[in-house]
Nanobody, 115 residues
Framework: QVQLVESGGGLVQPGGSLRLSCAASGIIFSVYAMGWYRQAPGKQRELVANITRYGSSNYADSVKGRFTISRDNSKKKVYLQMNSLKAEDTAVYYC?????????WGQGTQVTVSS
């Protein structure tokens, strides 16, 4: 059974930081491209950042310079370090695993940026 379990979300003030984690099980983690997506109320789900099996990363323009994605294949985890958070970063953040035609999603973790 494949599981992607996100953690690390919560309430943070503008300018603050959070680190999201996603623990994978049931997949050969090292061959999957991993990504973080987010969905704000009334908006479509959007890509935040992804990282290939080789470690190359890609970011949405809105988070470049503030967020960093990383992965630890030995722990089967992917992380999203989020700094200088803004109110517009408020959303449910989802972990994604993709390999060829196969894709899995986590259940999401809420991030709320508010004073």
């Amino acid at each position: 059974q494949v599981q992607l379990v996100e953690s690390g979300g919560g309430l943070v003030q503008p300018g603050g930081s959070l680190r999201l984690s996603c623990a994978a099980s049931g997949i050969i983690f090292s061959v999957y491209a991993m990504g973080w997506y987010r969905q704000a109320p009334g908006k479509q789900r959007e890509l935040v950042a992804n990282i290939t099996r080789y470690g190359s990363s890609n970011y949405a323009d809105s988070v470049k310079g503030r967020f960093t994605i990383s992965r630890d294949n030995s722990k089967k985890k992917v992380y999203l370090q989020m700094n200088s958070l803004k109110a517009e970063d408020t959303a449910v953040y989802y972990c994604n695993a993709e390999f060829q035609e196969t894709e899995y999603w986590g259940q999401g973790t809420q991030v709320t940026v508010s004073s």
